[in-house]
């Protein structure tokens, strides 16, 4: 708790781990003795190589990737725009047909709209109705030109977990590219580029208490080894990704992940719990109602909407919670979640969404207090809002 209440927009960003900002630290003092990596002829250069190569082995080892084909970003943003935009101009000559679906992140819309003005057609698979994109909807959506399929493991407002491994097993057998934006599920699932039939993989490490400012993207070397680059300039990353490496926000990334790997069991089990202890304390609100798959889904998302209360009076009234709402606001517009359209509900219910993500640092104090909160904001609009009239 802090004197502006309780955060719970983990899925927004996270708080960096002091562990994570001490090996970042470290990186910056000058003793460190670090040059830039791409220099070959001298010690310095020498020393940020080794310590990006750590990091490579720590973020691929995670997910079963291949330390050798990390690509370092800016921001899952970018290994998104890589990953899509990269991977379908490269193999342009093969088709020119892209699957993905309604509820992905803005970045792989905005990729594949990009595309889609090169000449490319996408095919925009729709959810169920708890935002499952079932693996047999994907296969009815592709076609003898399809060359990329790209899905996110886990969706960001839901919660909601896809079934890679099944969907990369289709493409694999058809000889088709996965891209799988694990933005949100990196360090609360399990992820397994080779057991699952990922292709490329797009990361960050902010949403699990890494920096921000550093993203990457994971090839999978049995099946894909370069992408067309998107950005243009020297030739560090074999020309696919240039620009000078920030080791220590590569090193913030790689710490990161080698904290989950020897924390994210434990630390799964009690964001589980603590998610339970939110679910418990406000289920019995009348009107509530739960988004997203019941179990499908992480474990620390809860998404809920609330009938018969105003979605802007809701989000004033949890002024003391740090939560997300159902309307995104892009520009000077808030405009109801095309995500909790898509799964249904009504502009009134979007918008009188909430999204609590919790994280490491919550407590079970946090959860109590937001639980107060909440519960006295729905009961109060309530009792505000105008009753239905009785017929007769
Ligand atoms: N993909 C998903 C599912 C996300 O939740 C986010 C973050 O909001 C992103 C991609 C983009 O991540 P970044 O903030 O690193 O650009």
Redesign the pocket.
Known sequence: MTDSGAYLDY??TAPVDPRVAAAMLDCLDVQAGLGNPAALSHAFGARARSRIATAAEEVAGLVHGAADFVIWTG????A?NLGVIGAARFRRSRGQHLVTSRIE?S?VLASCAALEREGFEVSYVAPDADGIVSPERVAAALRPDTVLVSL?HA??ELGTVQDIAAIGALCRDRELLLHV?A??SLGKLPLDMRGQSIDLL?L?A??ACGPPGI?ALLLNPDTVRRVEPVLFGGGQQRGMRPGTLPVHQIVGFGTTCRILRDEMAAETRRFAALREQLWEGIRDLPGLRLNGHPRRRLCHILNVSVDGVEGESLRYALNDLAVSSGSACTSATAEPSYVLRAIGLSDAAAEASIRFSLGRFTTAREIGFAVTVFRAAVEKLQALAPQPLCAG
């Open positions: 899925a927004a921001s899952a943003t970018e998104i992140h970045a996110m969706n960001n934006d933005a949100q797009s960050n902010h949403k993203g």
